[in-house]
């Protein structure tokens, strides 16, 4: 007779392994970043449609990359607990160029604390991706 195998054996999300605690927490993070993108998209959309943009090309423009954005840490955020060797090269470069954002807003913008808050989470994304371990080829 077979015996079942354990929950922490079954294949699912993290291919049986467990998910250590950085790569938890840039899971987390890349979940987050989802949601702040949804939010930045819904609100160029909002400001599409209410005010009159400078250049409609433009607008369309920076939607479309809002978009991009949102979808391609989208699929970061799933490839994350199944340690994907390209998420950390992903992660990395989106807390690099929100960093850089976040951080050029911060003295400019009418919200600094936001800026603030943003930087700490790439800042927080940052750490994870580069303590992450165990992260695998995409062909295994």
Known sequence: MTKAPEPRDAPG?????????????????LWLEVLLMAVVTVVIVVDLVVQRPTSYASAV??????????????FAAIA?????????????????????AAAGAAGDSGHPVLSWLVLLLALAGLLCALTARGMRPAGT
């Open 13 to 29: 999300l993290t291919g049986g392994r467990a998910v250590s605690i950085p790569v938890a927490g840039l899971t987390v993070v």
């Open 61 to 74: 423009a920076i939607l479309v990359l809002a978009l991009v954005a949102g979808v391609w840490l989208a």
């Open 80 to 100: 994350a607990p199944r340690r994907r060797s390209w998420v950390r090269a992903a992660a990395i470069t989106w807390q690099i160029l929100q960093g850089a």
